[in-house]
């Protein structure tokens, strides 16, 4: 069945500037991310997923939306928009932030790239961030121009992906470190490109600056890869929740913080600048947490794809939390699953019940990630 019968299109969704190249390399099926549609299936999620880990895949993540943060103040505003402390933050950086409203709630864990002394793209999750900083930039005080950009990114990951960067860009390319970027320009397109990227492999993020060139780029990329095995392919979720990589929306959201996730690393308490949410994230620093993100190792058969609703989590038959994110991994041998939990139901090796619509399943609480827990390969 085309992909144009299995999803409905129309003009009030975005498409991206690779679309009509994912349909053409065997796309047959999307959702809609940042308003955008997105390519969610190349066949097989196990083959995509042994593509990934062991050759590369190239992904359509245009959906990846970048709020352009320019101006004499970018700096200040962006500092005011996250808890992470970004005072070592250097150009031609990356880093991991969370954003947080008032009362310390994520509204998005993007990567922040810091292009020019005073430029800088976020690149989002699923959630409209573009409105929110214009939003606070009206009562901020601060000389700040926000706007969506002409960028979309694409994602080469896999072991792969290093040889054929150097196939595309030469064998320079191969210093590049793990969360920076580099201005390049190929055949003709501008283009920014990081050692960055959603899958727990190596791998890069290309982010074309011309919305007019999508299939001119992605044919150039997969004629490059192909002696290197290179495939199109879709984010895999189970390699990331294999590396405990979190889904905005489906690990988080808005009344989720970041000390429940255990991400105290990237928020700063004790910084002389203010932020939006730290007095918030203060006070929840020093109550405590009442909840907590964990991983589950689920005894049941291989489940057929990803859970697509929050599986109900119970303990003595009283309910303590949910499964937000599961998989069977075909390296692991196990289903595997992000949850959470109720903070006094959070112990290791503890064991709880889980209900799926059509039955339950006794699962063990672990740590995570499941595979490669020091981030080795991503860093390689």
């Not at 991206?16 to 994912?22: C, L, Q, R, V």
């Amino acid at each position: 069945m085309s992909a144009t019968k299995d999803f409905g299109f129309g003009t009030q969704i975005r498409k991206s500037p690779y679309f009509d190249a994912t349909v053409k390399w065997g796309a047959t099926g999307f959702s809609v991310y940042n308003h955008m549609y997105i390519p969610r299936d190349f066949g097989n999620p196990e083959q995509n997923f042994w593509n990934l880990v062991n050759e590369a895949i190239l992904c359509d993540v245009a959906v990846e939306r970048q709020v352009e943060i320019t101006g004499p103040d970018a700096t200040q505003f962006v500092q005011l928009l996250t808890p992470r402390d970004l005072r070592n933050l250097k150009v031609g950086q990356c880093k991991y932030i969370l954003i947080t409203n008032a009362e310390g709630g994520i509204i998005n864990d993007p990567i922040l790239l810091r292009l020019e002394e005073n430029k800088y793209w976020i690149s989002l999750a699923d959630s409209d961030v573009l409105l929110w900083a214009q939003g606070v930039a009206t009562h901020a005080g601060l000389d700040v121009n926000i706007h969506e950009p002409d960028a979309s990114p694409l994602q080469l990951q896999g072991p792969q992906s290093g040889e054929i960067m150097k196939a595309l860009f030469g064998e320079e390319i191969a210093e590049l470190k793990y969360y920076w970027l580099r201005h390049l320009e190929l055949d003709g397109m501008k283009l920014v490109v990081s050692r960055t990227g959603w899958s727990s492999e190596l791998g890069y993020e290309i982010y074309l600056q011309d919305g007019t060139r999508g299939s001119d780029l992605w044919e150039k990329i997969m004629s490059a890869g192909e002696p290197f095995g290179l495939k199109p392919g879709h984010t895999s979720s189970i390699r990331r929740i294999e590396g405990g990589m979190l889904s905005y929306h489906a690990d988080m959201d808005i009344k989720t913080n970041p000390f429940e996730l255990g991400l105290d690393r990237l928020v700063s308490l004790d910084v002389p600048h203010n932020f939006i949410g730290k007095d918030a994230l203060t006070k929840i620093k020093q109550e405590g947490i009442k909840r907590k993100q964990v991983g589950l190792i689920i005894d049941c058969p291989p489940l057929q794809g990803p859970n697509t609703i929050f599986w109900p989590i119970e303990r003595d038959g009283v309910v303590i939390g949910k499964v937000t994110s599961a998989v069977y991994s075909p390296r692991l041998e196990k289903t595997i699953a992000l949850a959470m939990v109720d903070i006094e139901h959070s112990d290791i090796d503890m064991e709880v019940v889980i209900h799926t619509k059509e039955t339950q399943y006794t699962a063990t609480i672990c740590q995570t990630p499941f595979y490669d827990p020091k981030k080795l390969i991503t860093k390689s």
